[in-house]
């Protein structure tokens, strides 16, 4: 059984427009009230990147305690995945880090004791594709 076909991969201008953003949030800041302006959009933004900084290590921290690649039901992780679901969200949901199977981290794989295994592929930190490889 296999995931989705593969997509085309996704745009790199997200994080360029990202840094964009943040700088004309800055500059709008400065331009409309002076210093003041600038220190509260400064503020929001190292607010938003902080909030992000607390969900990851959230969820790093509730799988801290699993071993790696194993999950209760390969099955149920399978039927919860999503194409371009981000890595983070698929770790929460497996409730366990996956085994890396490649040096470039762009796939992993969970198994549960049954024997069944769950492979998934990433294409810039998101999910492309899955492969679910049933035990014997």
Do not use: N
């Amino acid at each position: 059984m296999a995931g989705p076909a593969r997509r085309p991969p996704r745009s790199r201008m997200r994080p360029l427009l990202a840094w964009i953003g943040a700088l004309a949030w800055l500059g709008a800041g400065a331009v409309g009230w002076g210093w003041r302006g600038f220190a509260l959009a400064f503020t929001v933004l190292v607010t938003a990147m902080m909030l992000q900084v607390t969900r990851i290590v959230l969820v790093m921290k509730a799988v801290a305690g699993r071993p790696l690649g194993r999950v209760d039901s390969v099955l149920m992780l399978q039927s919860r995945l999503e194409a371009g679901m981000k890595l983070e969200r698929v770790v929460q949901l497996a409730g366990s880090l996956g085994r890396a199977l490649d040096e470039q981290g762009m796939a992993f794989a969970w198994a549960d004791a049954g024997g069944d295994r769950l492979v998934v592929r990433l294409d810039a930190g998101r999910v492309a594709s899955w492969a679910l490889e049933r035990g014997a």
